[in-house]
């Protein structure tokens, strides 16, 4: 149910200041909206970028290591994450996770018993449980400025279409009704006025027309 304003010259300066207010914060609330939209742009490529990156080494251990396939070579938990160290970064007010490294763990092996190519096949695996690990923050990460811009986008709107326009609409609406009082009162003084003048004559007619009915 929408709000009765008051129809007098307190609430005329109380809306007043608050379309001051509004369009004060309405530019930088616009400004922010722009920077997250440009970091959420940033936070979708990195996402990307590290994708790219993990489909590339998959593609270069499939071309190169072709024998993978074979059931008799045990490469299970050669590499393994032993820990993730995380630190917040500050983006136009909104706190993201920021990847500082991650640890991993290869299993120890033999090189008597397992081929020359795993040692090429540990280090694709290291980069690859990195960057796995580094997607997952890239995709925290881009999720969190999106409902950021999402909500300060909610916010511009509401003080664009929503707040800012019902203020001026209640501005006009006061304005109106004062100056319809305004011309009101005129009015209701020349009428006033008009009947005092005309008392006024009708009296001095009668006090002429009773001197004259004494002089006769």
């Not at 994450?81 to 763990?105: A, H, K, M, W, Y």
Request: proline share 3%; charged share 30%.
């Amino acid at each position: 149910m929408a709000t009765k304003i008051s129809l007098n010259k307190s609430s005329l300066n109380k809306e007043k200041a608050s379309l001051k207010t509004f369009n004060r914060y309405l530019p930088a609330l616009e400004l922010k909206r722009q920077q997250l939209m440009a970091e959420r742009k940033k936070a979708e490529e990195a996402l990307r970028e590290v994708h790219d990156r993990i489909e590339h080494i998959e593609a270069d251990i499939a071309a190169q290591l072709p024998m993978l396939a074979c059931e008799d070579i045990n490469i299970d938990d050669l590499v393994k994450v032993t820990n993730v160290v995380l630190t917040e970064q500050n983006i136009v007010g909104t706190s993201v996770p920021l990847l500082e490294r991650v640890e991993v763990e290869v299993k120890p092996y033999s090189f008597l018993t397992k081929p020359h190519w795993v040692d090429f096949l540990v280090e694709k695996l290291k980069e690859m449980v990195e960057l796995y690990v580094e997607s997952q923050v890239r995709e925290l990460r881009y999720q969190e400025i999106s409902a950021a811009t999402k909500t300060t986008s909610q916010r511009v709107n509401l003080f664009s279409k929503v707040l800012i326009p019902k203020t001026k609409q209640n501005i006009a609406k006061i304005k109106i009704f004062l100056s319809d009082q305004d011309r009101a009162g005129v009015v209701n003084a020349k009428i006033s006025k008009g009947k005092m003048d005309a008392a006024e004559a009708l009296m001095l007619k009668e006090r002429a027309a009773a001197k004259a009915a004494a002089a006769s």
